[in-house]
Each structure stands twice: as C-alpha cells, then as structure tokens.
C-alpha cells in the first residue's frame, strides 16, 4: 500500500472510504457493481458511482460533485457537466444555484442554444422562484446569433403550462432580456407564440413590448400592437401603456401622434401623469404648438403635479423659436425662483416607470 498515494477520505455511513490517486476503496456494505465503479481514476470514479447508485449522495459528499461538474464546465466539456446535474438531480441531490449559474453563462459563451435551456430550466426547478437578471441576460445572450429559437420556445410553452406561480413573470422577464440584447424579431415571437399557450400575455408583457418597439423606432409595429391591445378583452390598457406609446412617438418625431393619444387617453378616463404631460409639451413645442404646450402646463399647475426642470426648458426653447421671448423669459424667472426640492427630478421619472417592469 505505500505506493498507492491517498488524496483524502471521505466520511460515509457507517465509516469511510479512502479516495487515492489510482484506486478508491469502498465500504463494505457497498454493491458489488458500485465497488467495481470505484476501481476509477480521479473524476470518473465519482461520475460512475452517481450512475450505477440509487442515491449518489450516499457514498460521496455533494461538495465533490459540485467540484466534478466545476471541472467538467472549465475543461468546457459542457455536455458531460449537464448530464451529471441530470443524474444528481434524479436523485434528489441538490447544488447551489451558482453552479447552474456558471454553466449557463459557459453555454452562452459557446453559444449552445440547447445546452443554455436545459440549464435554465434546471436553475428554475431548483430554485423554485424568479431568478436573477443575469440570468435571464445570460439566456437571451446565447440567442444573439442563432436563428433557430425551437429550444427557447419549447421551454417557455413548457413554463407556460408549468404549475409555476410565477410562470408569467418568468416568460415576461425573458422577454425583457431578450430586448435588452436587442433582439427584437425574438420578442415579438415570444408574444406571438404566448397568444396560443395556456399563459397568455398580460397587460405587463404588452406594455414591456411597447417599449421595445419604442427604443428601437419602429413606429408602425407599436401602433400596431397599441391596436390589438385594444382587441383583446382580457387586457386593459393603462397609463403606462399609454406613457410607453407616447414616448416613443416623441422619439420617432411623430408629434401629430402625441396628441391624438394623449386625448384618447384622457378620453378613456386615464389621467395624465409626470411622464404624459411632459411627452406631449415637449412635442407640441417642437411642433410649433405653443398655445397647447401652455395649456397642459397650466394644467399641471392645477392638478398640482410637480414640474421638471425638463418640462420648463422645453417650453422656454419653443418660446423663443415662435418669437415669444417676454413670456419665455417669465418662465425662465419662474424656473430660478422655484426651489429644486419642488421640481421633479430623475428619480420621480423612475418611480413612473417602475411598474413597467416585474
């Protein structure tokens, strides 16, 4: 036996057996076909006593496997990593969620679509709740260069018909990952395939889709889907939906837009908030229409919403465009006279958007 060079012992049931550089001796109670898997060297001694056991964590400590899997996903031989969690999985042996967290992130590195669902799929059903942000990035970023979404849309259908309770928050958190990587064509996908699965969209995932479009100009698809949202009867449109539509018209420089919306959205019995009445002064200033701009900031003066320090400098700028220079400079002494405490600031914005995301 001194040849033999022992690395460690690992405790067991009723003792413990030793781990050695070319052999591994096992207790006695084990099965003669468990004993004959351990006569391995290194990692393989571990990955055959999981499969050939009914319950791998029985004879080796889930730290060892978790340092198994960690070598399998550095030498990049991903598949062998997944398969191994597969098995451990079967049999009830739990990982920490950064080790699905690590092979997800090297899945995406490789840009292996397959691999980066499955373990997104394992790291739900370990978890048991909404994950991580990254998370959701690391998925959507292994898609950036794939045209074939088969993996992707079967397990969001797959979490769709789940017993989740938050199933529509995992597929609307995808979608927003998927946007944030730019890939748009995959978003608009997503929710047209959401429309024959069991969990339908909601009015979040419209609104996050909105916003999409908005950010990426695409004018004509954002109108378009502002109408079926109308269509459909299970979905209310609300003032973000609203807010969402009037910004990205404001960006596109469809000013006409602006207040067509903004009419129909008080018509509808939603009240402007910070974010409408700036979208729409700001683009009836641009658009000549000062006497309206003036109208909905008195507005908001009455309604008692606080001004920004944006909202001012829109109007002063139209103000001086049309001539009108002794009223924008009573604006601008109105702006140096109110306290910054009593101005809204970027965090108010914030706190508009917020419910936008889930």
Same mark, same amino acid.
């Given at each position: 036996?001194?040849?033999?060079?022992?690395?460690?012992?690992?405790?067991?049931?009723?003792?413990?057996?030793?781990?050695?550089?070319?052999?591994?001796?096992? @207790?006695?109670?084990?099965?003669?076909?468990?004993?004959?898997?351990?006569?391995?060297?290194?990692?393989?001694?571990?990955?055959?006593?999981?499969?050939?056991?009914?319950?791998?964590?029985?004879?080796?400590?889930?730290?060892?496997?978790?340092?198994?899997?960690?070598?399998?996903?550095?030498?990049?031989?991903?598949?062998?990593?997944?398969?191994?969690?597969?098995?451990?999985?079967?049999?009830?042996?739990?990982?920490?969620?950064?080790?699905?967290?690590?092979?997800?992130?090297?899945?995406?590195?490789?840009?292996?679509?397959?691999?980066?669902?499955?373990?997104?799929?394992?790291?739900?059903?370990?978890?048991?709740? @909404?994950?991580?942000?990254?998370?959701?990035?690391?998925?959507?970023?292994?898609?950036?260069?794939?045209?074939?979404?088969?993996?992707?849309?079967?397990?969001?259908?797959?979490?769709?018909?789940?017993?989740? @309770?938050?199933?529509?928050?995992?597929?609307?958190?995808?979608?927003?990952?998927?946007?944030?990587?730019?890939?748009?064509?995959?978003?608009?996908?997503?929710?047209?395939?959401?429309?024959?699965?069991?969990?339908?969209?909601?009015?979040?995932?419209?609104?996050?889709?909105?916003?999409?479009?908005?950010?990426?100009?695409?004018?004509?698809?954002?109108?378009?889907?502002?109408?079926?949202?109308?269509?459909?009867?299970?979905?209310?449109?609300?003032?973000?939906?609203?807010?969402?539509?009037?910004?990205?018209?404001?960006?596109?420089?469809?000013?006409?837009?602006?207040?067509?919306?903004?009419?129909?959205?008080?018509?509808?019995?939603?009240?402007?908030?910070?974010?409408?009445?700036?979208?729409?002064?700001?683009?009836?200033?641009?658009?000549?229409?000062?006497?309206?701009?003036?109208?909905?900031?008195?507005?908001?003066?009455?309604?008692?919403?606080?001004?920004?320090?944006?909202?001012?400098?829109?109007?002063?700028?139209?103000?001086?465009?049309?001539?009108?220079?002794?009223?924008?400079?009573?604006?601008?002494?109105?702006?140096?006279?109110?306290?910054?405490?009593?101005?809204?600031? @970027?965090?108010?914005?914030?706190?508009?958007?917020?419910?936008?995301?889930?």
């Amino acid at each position: 036996m001194a040849k033999w060079s022992i690395v460690r012992r690992i405790p067991v049931s009723g003792g413990s057996f030793a781990y050695m550089k070319h052999m591994v001796y096992a @207790p006695a109670e084990c099965s003669f076909s468990a004993m004959h898997s351990l006569i391995d060297t290194g990692g393989e001694a571990l990955k055959k006593t999981t499969e050939n056991s009914d319950s791998g964590s029985k004879f080796i400590s889930r730290i060892d496997y978790t340092s198994l899997v960690e070598k399998y996903r550095r030498d990049g031989n991903l598949s062998a990593a997944y398969d191994l969690l597969q098995s451990l999985q079967d049999k009830n042996v739990c990982f920490p969620v950064s080790v699905f967290k690590n092979l997800l992130v090297a899945a995406g590195e490789q840009n292996d679509t397959k691999l980066s669902c499955r373990a997104f799929r394992m790291m739900l059903v370990q978890a048991g709740m @909404p994950l991580s942000s990254d998370c959701y990035l690391n998925l959507a970023r292994a898609f950036i260069n794939a045209d074939d979404c088969v993996h992707l849309l079967n397990l969001l259908k797959e979490v769709s018909e789940s017993s989740l @309770p938050c199933r529509l928050i995992v597929i609307n958190r995808t979608i927003l990952a998927f946007a944030e990587s730019r890939q748009v064509d995959k978003v608009l996908m997503i929710l047209e395939k959401m429309r024959e699965w069991e969990c339908k969209p909601d009015v979040i995932t419209y609104n996050s889709v909105l916003d999409i479009l908005g950010r990426a100009g695409l004018v004509k698809e954002m109108l378009r889907l502002l109408s079926s949202m109308k269509e459909d009867c299970d979905v209310s449109l609300n003032i973000i939906t609203y807010n969402t539509v009037l910004n990205g018209m404001r960006k596109a420089c469809r000013f006409d837009m602006c207040l067509v919306l903004y009419e129909e959205m008080v018509q509808c019995g939603i009240e402007p908030d910070l974010l409408s009445y700036t979208a729409v002064i700001d683009s009836l200033g641009r658009s000549g229409n000062t006497k309206e701009a003036l109208r909905l900031f008195d507005e908001m003066k009455q309604r008692e919403i606080r001004l920004s320090v944006y909202v001012y400098r829109a109007l002063i700028d139209c103000l001086k465009k049309t001539g009108e220079f002794s009223r924008a400079l009573q604006l601008s002494d109105e702006l140096k006279n109110t306290s910054a405490l009593d101005l809204a600031g @970027p965090l108010d914005f914030k706190r508009h958007l917020r419910p936008h995301r889930r």
